[in-house]
């Protein structure tokens, strides 16, 4: 099974980036994979503004952090521009119902 990120509707679908199923008349198989992959995205929710609150100081405002520093200084980051549109591949489509798939397995099925 490969690594990947998980977003909401608002990412594009990519090998390395699951988003739900589209739509509202989904079969089980696709309604449990939102429902599996909609957790992580909530705890990030949830999280992100205690994460930005502890990025700041005791005045209120942003500390820069030294990942400012090794950002200017790094050249393997580039810049890469507008990369295409937001449309799906068949093959990424078919990666999600995989990943489908596999996320409901037979043992523990919930009846």
Request: hydrophobic share 30%; glycine share 6%; charged share 30%.
């Given at each position: 099974m490969p690594y990947f990120f998980v977003g909401d509707e608002?990412?594009?679908?990519?090998?390395?980036?699951?988003?739900?199923?589209?739509?509202?008349?989904?079969?089980?198989?696709?309604?449990v994979f939102n429902y599996r992959t909609e957790a992580p995205t909530t705890y990030v929710q949830y999280v992100q503004p205690t994460l930005i609150d502890s990025l700041k100081d005791d005045g209120g405002t942003n500390?820069?952090?030294?990942?400012?520093?090794?950002?200017?200084?790094d050249t393997n980051l580039t810049p890469i521009g507008r990369v295409g549109a937001n449309i799906s591949a068949s093959a990424t489509m078919a990666l999600r119902d995989m990943l489908a798939e596999y996320l409901i397995?037979?043992?523990g099925a919930v009846s």
């Open positions: 608002a990412f594009p679908l990519k090998p390395y980036l699951m988003r739900p199923y589209p739509g509202r008349q989904l079969t089980e198989q696709k309604s500390r820069d952090g030294e990942w400012r520093e090794i950002i200017q200084n397995p037979d043992a």
